[in-house]
């Protein structure tokens, strides 16, 4: 699904009906604990461990009960090789899917991209700017086919001062910041020049990866995400 067509970043509503349609008792203890899981699914390795049902018992089940549209099979970002089943009427969690920059468990590079160079390209426009107004300026003006939350802005700014595209910066409240609080966070380009306004001083945490990414929480020493595959982690060790 393309982010043109306005793919929702909303979870759906839990149904709180049970299955209505007749089910074998496999199918029934297999869908009660696949349900009981709910927007984080379960792994059939766990389903049968957690049943002690024979493996071809798992298996015919689940096709059955995808069959009558009671289950899904997601993608878990972290473990894609394995299967992985939820309940119909929930969608996965971030911590599944990865959050707003995968799409069927692939990350989005394009969509990242194109919120990188707009977010460049309104900073330069605004002089500077918060998380905030960039994104109330980005949903405001239409410039993007999907509304963008102040988060996933937030998230792509420190990808920014991590590219040093934009640094980070803090409120003075006088000159251009005026109409920011002092002491606030802000952003402004890196080719401008004149820090005039009362002297912003560059966040303390913005010239270290680790204390802006926004992948920090999902980082171990040997996971998909990690120190030792971090591009940004190894230009600043470099620098």
Not at 76 to 87: E, L, T, V
Not at 159 to 188: T, W
């Amino acid at each position: 699904m393309s982010r043109s067509q306005g793919s929702s970043l909303k979870r759906k509503r839990p149904d709180t009906n049970t299955a209505s349609q007749p089910l074998l008792d496999a199918e029934r203890v297999l869908y009660d604990l696949i349900r009981s899981k709910e927007d984080m699914g379960i792994w059939t390795r766990d389903m049968k461990r957690e049943t002690n049902l024979p493996d071809n018992v798992v298996t015919k089940s689940l096709k059955a009960l995808q069959v009558k549209k009671l289950i899904k099979e997601v993608v878990n970002i972290q473990s894609k090789g394995r299967k992985h089943y939820m309940a119909v009427e929930f969608e996965p969690s971030k911590e599944l899917t990865g959050g707003a920059w995968y799409v069927e468990g692939n990350l989005d590079t394009e969509y990242i991209k194109i919120l990188k160079e707009t977010c460049v390209r309104v900073l330069s426009k605004l002089k500077v700017a918060t998380a905030e107004g960039i994104s109330e300026s980005i949903n405001k003006t239409g410039l993007c086919a999907t509304e963008c939350s102040t988060q996933q802005i937030a998230e792509i700014l420190r990808a920014l001062v991590l590219d040093n595209e934009i640094m980070e910066v803090r409120s003075s409240g006088s000159g251009e910041f005026s109409s920011i609080p002092i002491g606030a966070v802000c952003y402004r380009c890196t080719n401008k020049g004149g820090l005039g306004g009362g002297g912003p001083t560059i966040g303390a945490m913005a010239s270290i990866p680790c204390g802006v990414c926004p992948r920090i929480t999902q980082c171990t020493p040997d996971g998909i995400i990690s120190p030792k595959t971090c591009a940004y982690y190894t230009k600043w060790l470099d620098f």
